[in-house]
């Protein structure tokens, strides 16, 4: 993910000789995408709705504990995102609100409102944009640059394609789809795990494809950090919406 150079005359030899080789690879990884996005549905389906919003059972593994919970989301893209979480922790039940826009966010939480702080703020916005970069029409934008990543072996055997992503001032998200459906099966990317205050690893897995309104939609996500489980969620009442109301963004 990282280019390393020793020097400059080792660079341009590399790049004389490998020039063509990249080439083919970025039209291979646009390739990628193109497939996964037709894999979804036809343009007119996808391009029906601009947001999006929908339902979650779930548990969480932190600090060796599972802490199930039940969650409403909301999103549009690139950078609106809200969600409502509902649990219980240490016995008490609670109830957590995040929202955030225009790079700004606030969280609700025990009766306490505050704008969401830094560090908290930059995750909570690269989470935004992986959610954004993986619903794969966004990466029609050239602003967009993808690598082809090649084939891998998943855990099941079957084989995935990947394809990184990369765009200015954001961090790099690496996307695999499968390689005989075109489906998007799981998503790379680093983060800074906000339990140990340690940069990981994280992987999403998407899986239990069904067809909603034209659509491919994914009913279970799961998310690994550093290989290890964190989040496991049953997705339903999945629903396009034409757009997202400012009062939704708008902190208490």
Known sequence: MWIRCCSLTLLVVFTATRLPTALAEDAAARTVVDKGIKAMGPAE?????????????????????????TC??????????RFVMDGEFGGQKIRITAAGAEGKAWEQAAGQVRDMPEPKLKEFN????????????????????LTSLGDVKSIDGKTQTGVKVSREGQRDVSLFFDKSTGLLTRSLTRVMDEFSNKEVT???????????????????????????????????????????????????
């Open 126 to 145: 690269h989470n935004i944009y992986t959610i954004w970069v993986s619903m794969l029409t966004p990466l029609q934008d050239p602003a967009f640059r």
């Open 202 to 252: 994280q992987e999403v897995v998407f899986s239990d494809y069904k067809n909603k309104d034209g659509v491919m939609q994914f009913g279970k996500m799961t998310i690994l950090r550093d290989g290890k489980p964190f989040i496991e969620e049953e997705i339903f009442d999945q629903k396009g919406l034409e757009k997202l109301e400012e009062a939704l963004f708008k902190k208490p």
């Open 45 to 69: 389906a996808l391009a029906k709705y601009k947001a999006d919003a929908w339902k979650a059972r779930g548990r969480m593994t932190m600090m060796g504990q599972t802490l199930p919970y």
């Open 72 to 81: 409403e989301y909301m999103f549009q893209g690139p950078g609106r995102f």
